[in-house]
């Protein structure tokens, strides 16, 4: 076993061209009790491909085993459902080739029921031998309800890896597959006493939660490299996804996966979400973005679910399944919704019309996103922190601000400003990588700690001395003339955490701090909330400048994520325009338009798309209910390249472009919930939709 600790040295195996996903896509759960009897009795090929054509699918995951810890085909290794009579796998990837629809197979890793009972010595433990799993198990009485998604979590580790391997090449030698979808790994340290066993063989000492942390890992990712060299040698250019891992926000395992890099063993980058009930409508754009440089097919997931996966007749209206597949386009991704397989093996009519409804739509601009590369003069640079990474990410998308996540990017030349969050854990290299880009003329706005080194020396020059922490528990802005527009008072306005303590010293004050009388507390208190600031403005101040850099002392970001102020998101905005005055596109659309520019180089061609919807809270769901006519929106184009046509997507509507301050616009004079603006180049070879837009509106 001492293998194991060398692992992390391993470089991940690359293979051949990987074949291209399906841009309609299907995610068919069938997580089965066996309780059930009659699995598939009523299962029919014809009904199954009459769904598919009426959903407009031409591509879908199907079940090998589901989080039961049954299988679905015909099984030596695994256990064929108790109440399945035929090899259902079979079946259903026949009926997807005769119709020409590709059929990846679905495969459980980290909930399978019958595993967890058959190998208790598989189940992940915490460093207090249990799971928050097991405790409510243990809780609940035999007619209390189980809540929902409560399954005990498996490490691939400890023979479990073997097992899964042992079925994953079964499924590879019996059957003509597509594609794996491997569900559930989740990067949190094992604590299980088969695993405490084997790293003290290996002489891990497991009172060091980071090396025993560091250890789960590599076995996480010996499996998956295992797994892949396994499926490349019988299928060599086949898509493998491992979910769970291209999770990058909101939990203790979303950030080892950022650690550790664990979606690079994905051929693929599938960006699992229900909008609805998980983290709402504005974490698929940022993650599209993150995984965007990777060069790897992104596909981007939600449910037909009003709640979420596993919910029997709950239906998501089709109008948001139209709008949701839209933007899943427009920012570059195939498009997946997820449906559950009744038991019976019938596939549910009404749910492929909806879908059907919403994959029509992308059929008529897929051309004109999937795969399309992300571009603008913006970089956002994502720290480790989900309320610093989210509300920066939620600034940007409610100001209509085009933006690259800029991690992974190797080239930053077409860059002009980075915007550097206020929770961003800067290291030497990374400054050292962004002080190139200041000299050569790039501009930062940089937030709260991030500019302080672990010693409390400044990474970068911002033109002021640092004093320490705060002395209050909240504090207020007052902005200068130079960051003043309509949306911004000129009266202090309250900050829900007070800043970090900065006094110029050759830097531009652009806002100032006025204090707090004091802090509240028990014994210091005045009216109900915060206590009223002092009239003169403090030593330390809120925003500075110098040169090519602007300074911001709050944490901007984290207040708005928690607070929703739209006064910090307007100095936000304000402030960025100070220095971002050549965006690549830019457009009047209000806080709930999103707008993305995809650059298409085969086509010669961008594309900026644009979104209009309105999520609203109801109970415990966010829905998207009325998609309303949008009129006479304004596209600022600023692209540095010569302009020979721009038309609309997917009516085909010739825009005129008009000229003012050297500047290109055009205007829509409708649409509704998205449409996309196309910009061919000049030199282009015509592509037969935009010989239609010439030889209708010429």
């Not at 009972?117 to 433990?125: G, T």
């Not at 249990?130 to 400890?158: H, M, Q, V, Y």
């Amino acid at each position: 076993m001492k293998k194991l600790t060398l692992l992390i040295l391993i470089p991940i195996l690359s293979f051949g061209q990987i074949i291209k996903e399906g841009s309609r896509q299907i995610h068919l759960d069938f997580h089965t009790s066996g309780l059930i009897e009659n699995i598939g009795e009523n299962f029919s090929k014809e009904q199954f491909k009459k769904a598919l054509k009426v959903g407009n699918v031409n591509s879908i995951n199907i079940f090998g085993k589901g989080h039961h810890g049954y299988s679905y085909y015909n099984t030596e290794i695994g256990t064929r459902h108790p109440n399945l009579k035929f090899d259902l796998l079979k079946e259903q990837i026949e009926a997807c080739h005769e119709m020409g629809v590709t059929a990846q197979v679905y495969f459980t890793v980290g909930w399978s029921q019958k595993d967890a009972d058959d190998h208790p010595e598989w189940i992940l433990k915490d460093k207090n031998g249990t799971t928050n799993k097991l405790e409510i198990l243990k809780k609940l009485g035999p007619n209390d309800r189980l809540p929902n998604f409560t399954w005990r979590l498996l490490a691939p580790s400890n023979g479990y890896d073997e097992f899964i391997l042992r079925q994953v090449e079964e499924i590879c030698v019996n059957y003509d597959i597509d594609g794996f979808w491997f569900d559930i790994l989740q990067a949190f340290p094992n604590y299980s006493e088969a695993n405490k066993k084997l790293m003290i063989e290996d002489g891990i000492d497991i009172n060091n939660d980071q090396a025993v942390l560091n250890y789960s890992i590599n076995q996480m990712k010996s499996f998956m490299e295992r797994c892949n060299k396994l499926i490349h040698s019988h299928k060599p250019n086949i898509p493998i996804y491992y979910n769970g891992i291209t999770k990058i926000t909101g939990s203790p395992y979303a950030m080892n996966n950022l650690k550790y890099n664990l979606f690079d063993y994905n051929t693929k980058q599938d960006l699992e979400d229900l909008p609805t009930t998980w983290d709402g409508y504005d974490i698929f754009p940022f993650r599209s973005k993150f995984f965007a440089s990777d060069g790897k097919q992104i596909v981007a997931m939600s449910g037909k679910f009003h709640s979420a996966w596993g919910e029997f007749g709950g239906f998501k209206h089709r109008d948001a399944l139209l709008y949701e597949a839209a933007s899943m386009v427009a920012f570059g991704a195939n498009v997946n919704i997820g449906d559950q397989l009744h038991p019976s093996g019938l596939m549910d009519m009404d749910t492929y019309k909806n879908i059907g409804y919403a994959f029509d739509y992308v059929k008529k601009i897929e051309d004109y996103g999937i795969g399309g590369k992300h571009v603008s003069r913006v970089g956002y640079y994502s720290p480790l922190n989900t309320k610093s990474g989210e509300g920066t990410a939620r600034m940007l998308l409610e100001n209509q601000i085009n933006f690259n996540v800029i991690n992974r990017m190797d080239d930053w030349s077409q860059l002009e400003t980075i915007i550097i969050p206020s929770a961003t854990q800067l290291n030497q290299k990374i400054v050292n990588r962004l002080n190139s880009f200041t000299n050569r003329g790039g501009k930062l706005l940089i937030m709260g700690k991030s500019v302080l080194k672990p010693n409390k020396d400044l990474w970068f020059d911002i033109g002021a001395d640092y004093l320490g922490q705060p002395n209050f528990d909240i504090d207020y802005t007052v902005i200068s003339k130079k960051l003043k527009n309509e949306n911004l008072v000129e009266s202090p306005f309250l900050n829900y955490n007070a800043a970090l303590r900065f006094k110029a010293n050759d830097g531009e004050i652009l806002a100032s701090i006025k204090e707090p009388y004091f802090s509240r507390t028990p014994s210091s208190f005045s009216s109900h909330q915060n206590t009223p600031n002092k009239l003169e403005n403090s030593e330390h101040a809120a925003v500075f400048q110098k040169n090519n850099i602007i300074y911001v002392a709050h944490n901007l970001d984290i207040m708005y994520f928690s607070s929703g102020a739209r006064i910090h998101r307007e100095l936000f905005k304000s402030v960025l325009d100070l220095i971002h005055t050549n965006p690549m596109v830019r457009t009047n659309l209000q806080s709930s338009g999103r707008i993305n520019l995809l650059h298409q180089p085969e086509h010669n061609r961008y594309v900026a798309h644009l979104l209009y919807a309105t999520p609203i809270q109801r109970g415990r769901a966010q829905v998207i209910e009325d998609l309303v006519p949008i009129y006479n929106t304004t596209v600022e184009l600023n692209i540095d390249k010569k302009i020979k046509n721009v038309y609309t997507v997917p009516n085909y509507k010739k825009l005129k472009v008009q000229k003012k301050n050297g500047k290109n616009f055009v205007n829509i004079p409708e649409f509704k919930a998205h449409v996309a603006v196309v910009i061919e180049l000049s030199l282009i070879h015509i592509s037969e939709p935009t010989r239609q837009a010439e030889i209708s509106y010429a």
